[in-house]
């Protein structure tokens, strides 16, 4: 896929929605994670930009950390994924909530969201490089 400043993930509908937020363009989550929650079903079904094989907690990647994927170069965001009504019906109210428990919510199992910085392509098994952690918080 193609990461680009203006429109996060090329052909995503992130850009055409009325609301879109410039913290939300890159929707992430750990493969692993995924892969339990949808059982054996395609992870695509959870509506995310890219699966990755990579600690998304907060105490690995803190806000403001920058990454480069790909040939791209991203940033965690402040902004929360928390996930929405149609990630519920997708997986089941008890999962839904298990993945925003406030015991656990610092490990980011929902995801993280991710802004572009510098433009570039990703493609599937490209290696993920932290290049900067933000500050701790």
Known sequence: VS?????????????????????????????????????????????????????????????????RVGSAVVEVTVEAHEGCSKLAKRVGMAAFKALAAKATRDQNRRGQYWRVVTDGEVARGDAIEVLQRGPSS
Do not use: Y
Request: hydrophobic share 40%.
């Open 3 to 67: 990461l680009c400043r203006e429109d996060g993930v090329v052909g995503d509908d992130w850009q055409r929605r009325s609301k879109h937020l410039p913290l939300e363009q890159v929707a992430v989550m750990e493969r692993e994670v995924a892969e339990i929650l949808t059982n054996g079903q395609p992870i695509e079904m959870l509506g995310d930009n890219l699966f990755v094989d990579l600690d998304l907690s907060s105490a690995n990647l803190p806000a403001g950390s920058r990454l």
